[in-house]
């Protein structure tokens, strides 16, 4: 059974920084492209950040370019998201996904979500 954790998410002040987690089980994790979408409230999901299999190659939505970086662990099965200078429209819930090409991703596998909160 595939599963993927999120961790990392929270209240933050704007200007402030988080780093999400994502945890993969029950797959081979080198063999997946992964990626983040968040869902605002009130709004659609839409695509954040996606990184290949082998972590060389990402790809950003134009709303995160410069202030979030995506990276994987192979080894540890894990995927991050480091989101600097966050801003209040940057609030959503933040979801994990797995997929096997990274542009565009089109997941077979969702967590379950992490909420960030942007204080203004």
């Known amino acids: 059974q595939v599963q993927l954790v999120e961790s990392g998410g929270g209240l933050v002040q704007a200007g402030g920084s988080l780093r999400l987690s994502c945890a993969a089980s029950?797959?081979?994790?080198?063999?997946?492209?992964m990626g983040w979408f968040r869902r605002a409230p009130g709004k659609e999901r839409e695509f954040v950040v996606a990184?290949?299999?082998?972590?060389?190659?990402?790809v950003y939505a134009d709303s995160v370019k410069g202030r979030f970086t995506i990276s994987r662990d192979n080894a540890k099965n894990t995927v991050y998201l480091q989101m600097n200078t966050l801003k209040p429209e940057d609030t959503a819930d933040y979801y994990c996904?797995?997929?096997?090409?990274?542009?565009?991703?089109?997941?077979?596998?969702w967590g379950q979500g992490t909420q960030v909160t942007v204080s203004s």
């Open positions: 990184i290949s299999k082998s972590g060389r190659s990402t």
């Open positions: 029950g797959l081979t994790f080198s063999s997946y492209a």
């Open positions: 996904a797995a997929g096997p090409r990274y542009s565009p991703l089109e997941p077979d596998h």
